[in-house]
């Protein structure tokens, strides 16, 4: 099917999320409002005004009732999804470059950019996802990244571990309880910085997304490299398709790398790789710009993508796609069937 | 504590309060003091003479000169020969020399000569007496030096055996820091022989019969080899920038920008002969120096707008005749100086003067012409338009010296000279001016060097510039490439080009036709030519070019229908592939020309770097990106140790082996096909058993912390109930709307 085409943006986009029911899309951009639409038809439905400066994140709590962005004004905002109302803002010392609900969304994490003599930090708020109640102003942890900044961070299942990629192509599994590091492993090429990271469906395992090209997949309980996907560009995003096994990397070079226009240099294209073979089946074309981030339908039924260009692309999987199996597949279906 | 810069007082910075007498500077003194020239170094010292009296002294003197004055200038007064208490002579002499050039020349030709039948001389430099020869220096008593046990070197040729039996060739990648040679494995991923991180600090290089791999460092060249690839020579050259071998791999010539600085302390194997020297000339045997020479000075020229051009560096400076027995060098403008191996003596002592010569260039393999039998190499060099003479290409023998043809020429603005592989054709790309100088044209000239009194054929049909000119490999054809408009810095975009393929006619027996235009493909890119190294087959591609990759594959000798204009030449042109290699900037055919591969190199542009690999046809097999990507290059192979008969019997039983061949292909992808499906089945297994134990431990830890089993569909329920009081029924309509048919209707 044709992408829908979402043009809401003026400035390069910088997360697509889908809330847990797969009909709404909600994206941010270096401009300053975040964008709410409908995933089947592109409509959108509302922005959200407020913030003053780049907005980096954005995230919707499992009951779609709440979502919770981080900016380069230094503030996390907390909105109701209906009628874009502000109910609460935090503070910070640097910009927020993500935020990420846990399962249950009675907690909410963010992380704070190292700056001007601050270090880079994460943060976990208290969430009462009654929109009447009053929020709480205090952090309930402050994990503190002396080693190397977090550029990413989201919590496990059961929100036993906060776990965080950091700008040294490490990543950290922290005690989400006490905030204390249980381990850190070099697992990203040294200096290429960790630039996403998207949880399963239950979250016991992680996609990370990171300059090195490379793409990996990792167990949440002991920070196990279950897979690496080999791309031949650096990588912004990486995100995995529910209801079949792919995954979806999304990158290209950065604008000031690439220096003739001819779309096919910057690979600017959507990869899709098979989540336990590890090959590329496939590449989505369409952006002009590196593709900033992508996100699945958690219903299995399309994923959108953001590009530096300013666009949402937001795609309908086909009947092929569904119906493209290995045939080792099939012959473990058959077999369960 | 010195003081820092910031607590620097003024009083600090004023020099006049330093007392230079105070300072006591003998360290530095003693460090930086110039070693005066000590004025020795004219004097040679002669060993071996015979024993002779006052009275003889003199005929013996006399009888010396003859021989000393052939390295150098030197007179009767200036030998001195000491005399023994009784009279006699010590039986060596002080020889001094009017300049040290000329006494280390007479160290290399005298020392070792015969004097008469008894006695032989030794030539040393007084320096190098006084240097190896002092006391102290050597053990008064001899030792024999120790010969170590025979070692069994490891099989150079080895990799010419292919483990897999497949007769697959190596190549080389360069990326990054590391360096590997691999198995070329068509689809698949190369099988790595050998890979080694800082394996060469500038660049890798094949010797010409692919048995050593080069590496080049700050400090010298070295060769590897062999199955487990230890080193096999080294080279110390210091800073080399550039190496090339002779074509029988016996010697190789290294050459530095920075002309060689033989330190105090000596070096291990230059001496200091070879002080301020750029080019080195190396036995591989032996890894000994034959000798070392300076850079020449290539005179600048000035273009026709008076604009003076920084002259080509001329690479390589030392060409190899094709039995490697000579290596001559040209003085641009003035003369030729071959070289005699393995001793390194310019041949008959004197350069061969040819006024004006511009280039040369030796026959790439030992010349057969008829009638001829004495085996003889040939070069052959041009010299442009002096005054009222007019240019001129010749062709020269050595050792003899002949020149066997000459052609004049007139209006010529440059001159280049191409070999066919076999040495049976020159053709000499000659670009004319028209006489007002404004328009360009280009002849080819093309001497049948195998045929009585080499015949020359000229091709002036052209009306282009040439920019590339190839003949096909031990074949009678070639292709060309010509441009309407001047090479040159043209604004980014390079011009366009067309490619041009000729042949010789059919001709009666074994004689070959003349040569004719076959075809020309126009409006192209195209601006590089690269044959198979067996012929028949042809790449002409864009190479280095931001707008466009094109890689067309050719055969000339398609064996489907023959167009009818086409009958009476020598080749059938079919474009069999185009294939498109972004950003490619190097092609080299694989030396048993079945493959081909392309890569884009990280020195020439940075983009997509690495490589892609056609078969001969131009099916695109594999196509890798490489980070970093620096060379890729085929191992060369030897020459074939079959005979004619041999290699004819082959061909004629080929359809045997291919069936052969064909089936173990075959058998190959059908035990690949079944790996994969295996390794494909354990991946899968190995996820979901995974999987399984994962979400049993999840489901476990939910129960003990009494949480539901779906965080969210509690939620949900509770937030339904919160909102559903509030919210009445509703009806949602959807109006869809469906076009049935479109029709246009024009009214006129």
């Given amino acids: ?337 | 504590m010195a003081p820092s810069f910031d607590h620097l007082r003024d009083e600090d910075l004023d020099e006049d309060d330093i007392d230079m007498d105070e300072v006591d500077i003998s360290d530095l003194r003693e460090k930086y003091e110039v070693q005066l020239e000590q004025g020795y170094d004219t004097f040679v010292v002669i060993d071996g003479l015979p024993e002779v009296t006052e009275e003889q002294k003199p005929k013996l003197v006399k009888f010396l000169l003859k021989k000393l004055n052939s390295a150098g200038k030197t007179r009767e007064d200036l030998i001195f020969m000491p005399m023994g208490d009784d009279g006699k002579s010590l039986r060596f002499a002080f020889v001094e020399y009017s300049s040290a050039a000329e006494a280390a020349t007479a160290v290399r030709q005298l020392d070792y000569t015969a004097l008469d039948k008894k006695h032989t001389l030794r030539v040393n430099k007084l320096t190098d007496v006084d240097r190896y020869g002092r006391e102290g220096r050597i053990d008064d008593e001899y030792t024999p030096p120790t010969i170590e046990p025979f070692q069994e070197k490891e099989h150079l040729r080895s990799f010419l055996a292919d483990p897999s039996g497949r007769g697959r060739d190596q190549f080389v990648l360069y990326r990054g820091d590391s360096v590997g040679v691999y198995w070329n494995n068509e689809k698949d991923q190369p099988e790595p022989v050998v890979e080694r991180q800082h394996w060469t600090e500038a660049f890798v290089q094949w010797s010409p019969q692919g048995t050593y791999l080069t590496s080049v460092h700050a400090q010298g060249v070295q060769l590897w080899g062999g199955p487990s690839w230890t080193r096999q020579r080294r080279f110390p050259h210091p800073f080399v920038n550039l190496v090339a071998f002779s074509p029988n791999e016996k010697y190789l010539v290294t050459w530095s920008n920075r002309p060689i600085s033989i330190p105090e302390e000596g070096h291990p194997v230059l001496t200091l002969d070879d002080d301020g020297k750029n080019y080195v000339i190396w036995d591989i045997e032996t890894s000994k120096p034959l000798r070392s020479f300076a850079q020449l000075e290539t005179p600048a020229v000035t273009d026709e707008h008076g604009v003076k051009k920084t002259p080509k560096f001329p690479w390589p400076a030392f060409k190899w005749s094709a039995d490697a027995k000579y290596v001559a060098r040209l003085n641009q403008g003035s003369s030729i100086s071959v070289y005699e191996l393995p001793k390194m003596n310019l041949l008959d002592k004197t350069a061969i003067k040819i006024e004006g010569v511009m280039d040369f260039d030796w026959a790439p393999s030992t010349p057969q012409r008829d009638g001829i039998k004495t085996y003889e190499q040939l070069f052959c060099f041009w010299t442009p338009e002096i005054g009222s003479n007019p240019a001129k290409v010749g062709l020269m023998t050595i050792p003899s010296k002949q020149i066997i043809r000459t052609l004049n020429l007139f209006s010529v603005s440059d001159a280049k000279l191409h070999w066919q592989s076999d040495a049976a054709y020159l053709c000499v790309k000659v670009d004319r001016h028209s006489k007002s100088k404004k328009s360009q044209a280009t002849t080819l000239e093309i001497f049948r060097v195998k045929e009585k009194g080499v015949p020359v054929e000229v091709v002036d049909t052209i009306k282009d510039t040439v920019i590339n000119f190839a003949w096909e490999p031990k074949g009678d054809r070639f292709v060309i490439i010509t441009t309407t408009e001047p090479v040159g810095p043209t604004a980014g975009v390079p011009p366009k080009t067309s490619v041009a393929f000729f042949c010789p006619e059919k001709a009666k027996g074994q004689a070959v036709g003349n040569f004719k235009h076959l075809r020309t493909l126009e409006k192209k890119n195209s601006n590089a030519i690269f044959w198979s190294p067996k012929g028949r087959f042809v790449v002409i591609a864009t190479i280095h070019n931001q707008q466009s990759s094109d890689l067309d594959f050719f055969d000339l000798d398609f064996e489907g229908e023959k167009p009818e204009s086409d009958k009476d030449l020598t080749a059938n042109l079919l474009l069999m592939n185009t294939a498109d290699h972004y950003g490619v900037t190097d092609v080299e055919w694989d030396p048993s020309g079945r493959f081909v591969a392309s890569w884009a190199s990280s020195w020439k542009q940075q983009m997509e770097n690495g490589y892609h690999m056609y078969d001969f046809r131009g099916e695109q097999l594999r196509e890798e990106p490489v980070e970093k990507l620096k060379q890729l290059l085929w191992r060369p192979r030897p020459p074939t140790l079959l005979s004619k008969e041999e290699q004819k019997t082959i061909r004629k039983n080929l359809r045997e082996y291919s069936r052969i061949f064909e089936q173990e292909d075959a058998e190959r992808i059908n035990s690949a096909d079944v790996a994969v499906v295996e390794h494909r089945r354990r991946l899968l297994e190995e996820w979901y058993a995974w999987r399984a134990v994962t979400e049993e431990e999840l489901a476990e830890e939910r129960e003990a912390l009494g949480l539901p089993e779906d965080p969210v569909a509690e939620l949900l329920k509770a937030h339904a109930a919160a909102v559903a009081p509030d919210e009445e029924e509703k009806v949602i309509e959807e109006i869809m709307e469906e076009v049935l048919e479109e029709t246009e209707e024009i009214v006129s």
């Fill in chain 1, 1 to 337: 099917m044709r992408p829908i085409l979402l043009s809401g943006h003026e400035r390069a986009l910088t997360q697509v999320k889908y809330n847990r029911d797969g009909d709404l899309i909600f994206s941010t951009a270096k401009d300053q409002q975040i964008c709410a639409w409908y995933s089947h038809n592109g409509e959108r439905f509302g922005t959200y005004h407020g913030h003053v400066g780049a907005i980096w994140t954005v995230d919707v709590d499992p009951t779609s009732t709440m979502i919770a962005s981080g900016s380069a004004d230094n503030t996390i905002r907390l909105w109701e999804v209906k009628t874009g109302k502000c109910l609460k803002t935090w503070e910070f010392p640097t910009a927020v470059k993500r935020v990420e609900f846990n399962e249950d969304g009675s907690k909410l994490l963010g992380v704070t950019e190292k700056r001007m003599g601050h270090m880079g930090t994460i943060v976990v708020l208290d969430i009462d996802l009654d929109v009447n109640a009053e929020q709480s102003d205090e952090k309930s942890l402050t994990i503190v990244c002396d080693e190397s900044k977090a550029t990413v961070a989201g919590w496990s299942y059961l929100s036993k571990y906060i776990i965080a990629g950091h700008e040294d192509g490490s990543i950290s599994q922290y005690d989400a309880k006490t905030g204390d590091l249980l381990y850190n492993f070099p697992i990203h090429e040294l200096n290429n910085p960790v630039v996403d990271l998207q949880w399963s469906q239950d979250r016991t395992y992680f996609i990370t997304a990171s300059k090195d090209k490379t793409a990996k997949l990792i167990s949440a309980k002991d920070l196990e490299v279950k897979k690496t996907y080999v791309a031949d560009t650096p990588l912004n995003s990486a995100a995995m398709t529910y209801k079949k096994d792919f995954v979806i990397l999304g990158g290209g070079q950065a604008a000031m790398d690439v220096t003739t226009t001819s779309a096919r240099q910057g690979k600017f294209e959507a990869r899709f790789y098979h989540k336990i073979f590890e090959e590329e089946i496939g590449r989505v074309r369409g952006h002009f710009g590196p593709l900033n981030t992508v996100a699945a339908d958690p219903t299995g039924k399309g994923y959108a993508s953001g590009g530096e260009d300013g666009y949402v692309r937001v795609h309908h999987f086909d009947k092929g796609f569904f119906d493209f199996t290995y045939e080792v597949e099939r012959e473990r279906a058959n077999r369960l069937s």
